[in-house]
């Protein structure tokens, strides 16, 4: 099966996501209310799956009538950030992939399974690359996290070592209600730390 995906870099998805929350959240209040969005703007329905992630290795997925997201029942009930990420990510698959999931006829997690025996691991890797990105940027904004590190520090930061944040990251954590692997990732993409590689 061959799949027409744009390859979109990383500053364009965060174009994408500043526009998103301008259309659907432009109060930009924290955190970002992704659950509310995703079922009151958007008419998504979440609905939790029992045993998801333990039959089949999935933390949640996005049918293709766009109607639906389905997402492991554990991980909705006891891992709040981990779900927020979760209903970002397959809103992420939403808004740049949605004519395209249209045509992927998934109905179930079989069916997106199968799917993954289809399409080339690079064409997967791009479709999950980008929702990934497009549910960072639009968890934790730039301006937002610029103006909470600016607070913080007095200052915008730039290029700086993780040690720098050692005393904030538990509150920017809380703030944004994300991971720290999400803050400390957009950190790095943002040039506010310097990174490893």
Not at 26 to 51: D, T
Not at 80 to 106: C, P, S, V
Not at 168 to 186: H, K, M, P, W
Request: proline residues 3%; contains cysteine; hydrophobic residues 40%.
């Amino acid at each position: 099966m061959n799949i027409t995906l744009q390859c979109l870099s990383y500053k364009r998805i965060g174009e994408i996501a500043d526009q998103f929350l301008t259309n659907y959240h432009p109060r930009n209040s924290l955190p970002i209310p992704i659950e509310e969005i995703a079922e009151q703007k958007l008419n998504l329905k979440i609905h939790e799956q029992i045993n998801l992630k333990k039959d089949y290795d999935v933390d949640g997925f996005l049918i293709s009538d766009l109607t639906t997201i389905f997402i492991d029942f554990n991980l909705y009930m006891n891992f709040e950030n981990r779900t927020r990420f979760t209903i970002a990510h397959e809103i992420g698959h939403f808004i740049l992939h949605g004519d395209l999931f249209k045509n992927l006829n998934i109905n179930s997690v079989e069916d997106l399974n199968s799917l993954a025996a289809k399409i080339t691991d690079e064409e997967h890797g791009w479709l999950e690359y980008q929702a990934y990105s497009f549910a960072s940027h639009v968890l934790v904004p730039t301006q937002l996290l610029i103006n909470e590190l600016k607070k913080r520090l007095g200052r915008i930061p730039s290029q700086e070592t993780p040690e720098i944040f050692a005393t904030i990251t538990e509150d920017l954590l809380d703030i944004f209600q994300v991971s720290g692997d999400v803050l400390a990732r957009r950190l790095v993409k943002e040039g506010i730390v310097k990174s490893n590689s």
